[in-house]
């Protein structure tokens, strides 16, 4: 079912089988329609993950890399409709040579494929399928993995089964019936698991597994307690506890060098206790839906763990902030961050949050939308320029500070023809950007139709507004900081799609960092 973490079992093993030497990729199967989910509502998928080729993709594959060095491109993602499309305009250009197109074998050796080719020089492919078994819209993905066996041969495919095991506080029991009726409908359609995932909030006691395994027809110790973690950090460790990867390697007849988790045994014990904790408060329009900043809430805690501290993430709807007033929701955090979006709603209250953070010197970090607000405000409130705006609003704003980028004003079509992937970037130098990143030029990922208005720059720079990161032909601001502020940055980038437990983003890092050191001040 939705949410019981599929992402984040099929990373942890990417993240096992790392630990012992071998080279993995990943790939998300979406059931949807959607070609992708660029044109969906966050609240309805959660956040869209950018690869650096510009594929706007499934959240799951933020988690890929967060836990892998996988590189993710295109081809790590794919959807029923892209799918069904690819198929479709083959058949109108003849190449089915007049054959009644069908689910089997069009759709599924289409799918098989796609499968195939992520492959390239890798160990080990591990491919997650969405959605839920039984459900109609995935069953094609099941019935082409389902071939794929046959197609590779039992040595070279492994069914890995995450299922659900409930806790009955009433009766006191742990209750193996939805695993039993989960695993009949695989078999139902072909497919005999080879290893569940039992996801449970107690360990499942041996008698458990065992029942689990006799009618479920697994060997006893491929049945594994997939726990409840106080950070999903744990995760692999938890699972390697539990020979979940010497289980994979065993049956793939694999040979590979002694397993070395102790990097996420590190990163969960500074996880777990912090020397200190600092509250951000994230301003935005689809708070009710944390998963809608996914990587952004993993960037925060990734800064906290390069400052040994617990970032407290406070989520403030922007809303809220038109109708309750900015102070009475902000005066607490240490730090403001205003993400990326979409509309015209909750954009005032945005604003506020901006001009809160600027003249109260609270840290602030504006990330795509949230750098356009930040220079809106400013034109607004420092420059003089009360009919600033963003044109995405309305077509006929007086003064467009923030204006739709050349190459965007002919376009029709919504889904894919955003500015997309990675783009070069040039630091200015003696700016927080560059003591941030240390280097001079750096390459970010992008996801967005709009820019500051080039007509603007010098009026905005007059008044103490720097562009510390520009394109390399000058004609695209990347980067905005304030001198006179402990820490104000915005960049029209996504640093969220870039940051690991093991690498953490240099922007946030210094992010956390300055509003560690703001908290300090009002108590000295």
Partial sequence: MSSLGKGLAAASVGALLESRGLKVTLQK?????????????????????????????????????????????????????????SVISKEREGKYLGKTVQVIPHITDEIKERVIAVADDNDVVIVEIG????????????????????????????????????YLAAAGELKSKPTQHSVKELLQIGIQPDILLCRTERPLPQDIKDKI???????????????????????PIYLHQERLDQIIIDYLKMWTKKPDVSNWVDIAERFKNPKSTVTIGVVGKYVSLQDSYKSLHEALD??????????????????DIESQGVESLLDDVHGILVPGGFGKRGFEGKIEAVRFAREQKVPFFGICLGMQMAVVEFARNVCGIKDAHSIEFS??????????????????????????????????????AQAAYKKNEISERHRHRYEVNNSYRQTLSNNGLTFSGLSPDEELVEMVELDNHPWFVGCQFHPEFKSTPLEPHPLFRDFVKVAMEYKSSLSA
Avoid: W
């Fill in 213 to 235: 395994a006799l009618f479920c027809n697994v060997q006893k110790e491929a049945v594994i307690t997939a726990i409840d973690v106080s950070t999903i950090y744990e995760v």
């Fill in 131 to 166: 959605g839920t078994v039984g459900d109609i819209e995935s069953l094609p993905f099941l019935e082409a993995v389902r071939q794929l066996r046959t197609d590779l041969g039992k040595e070279n495919t492994l069914f890995v089964h995450l299922t659900y095991v409930p």
């Fill in 29 to 85: 199967l979406d059931p949807y329609i959607n070609v992708d989910p660029g044109t969906m509502n966050p609240l309805q998928h959660g956040e869209v993950y950018v690869t650096d080729d510009g594929a706007e993709t499934d959240l799951d594959l933020g988690h890929y890399q967060r836990f892998t060095h996988s590189n993710l491109s295109q081809k790590n993602n794919f959807t029923s409709g892209r799918i069904y499309n």
């Fill in 302 to 319: 990734h800064g906290g763990l390069a400052n040994d501290s617990k970032v407290q993430i406070k989520y403030v709807d922007s809303e």
């Fill in 395 to 432: 077509d006929d704003i007086v003064s467009p500070v923030i204006n739709l980028m050349e190459h965007q004003r002919d376009i029709s079509d919504m889904g894919g023809t955003m500015r997309l992937g990675a783009y070069p970037c040039i630091i200015g130098k003696n700016t927080l």
